[in-house]
């Protein structure tokens, strides 16, 4: 197989400015929300809704990622492949601070976010659709990311296993971090810092 015309770097898709500004938005939501001020987290939420909502999705997605599969070629499905265990994925999610490993973008998790719009009916934030997704939320929906694939017999274990935006983990697919010209993740410390995700609204 030939090598994709990439140079090496550290991850698919760097930190997109306009999904990162989104989050603190909904960062301030979220407290605004455990403090009982669900107006005020409203008109945080709102102005946002306009920005960054999926109008260029597959660029705010992964460009890079879907030039190098173009290059690469189809790769086989490798049987059926099952989630990740929920207790497992939590405390890969809480080792990793809620950072994707990958591109070090603040992660969302999954159960916190479908809260959020639980207690944001007002807002559009979420419906059936990718399109209809508010972007921030899509993108960094936490996964938890198999770095050595498992078809190739890579375990399902802490130590293969890292925190993954959904962004990343899209674009990485079932190929390796050599395929795929980017850094083992494994080879960076987990980013330490206050972001829980979102998990604050759960208390609700």
């Known amino acids: 197989m030939n090598r994709p015309p990439f140079e090496h770097q550290e991850c698919l898709q760097p930190l997109i400015p306009e999904i990162d500004a989104a989050l603190d938005r909904f960062d301030v939501a979220a407290t605004l929300l455990v403090q009982g001020d669900v107006p005020a987290a409203e008109q945080q939420i709102r102005a946002i809704e306009g ?37 497992l994925s939590r405390a890969v999610f809480e080792r990793d601070g809620w950072h994707c490993r990958y591109c070090g973008i603040r992660a969302v998790d999954p159960d916190a976010l479908k809260k959020l719009v639980g207690l944001l009916p007002n807002t559009t934030l979420w419906a059936r659709t990718d399109k209809e997704r508010h972007a921030a939320l899509l993108i960094t929906r936490a996964v938890a990311d198999h770095v050595e694939p498992q078809f190739l017999g890579g375990a399902e274990d802490l130590e293969n296993l890292v925190c993954c935006c959904y962004a990343c983990n899209f674009g990485k697919m079932g190929w390796t971090c050599e395929e795929l010209c980017i850094a083992d993740p494994r080879g960076r410390p987990p980013q330490e810092d206050r972001w829980d995700g979102l998990r604050r609204v759960l208390a609700i």
């Open 51 to 87: 920005d960054a909502v999926l109008r260029d999705f597959w660029r705010l997605k992964d460009e890079r990622g879907h030039e190098l599969r173009r290059e690469l070629g189809a790769r086989p499905a490798g049987g059926n492949r099952r989630a990740v265990p929920r207790r």
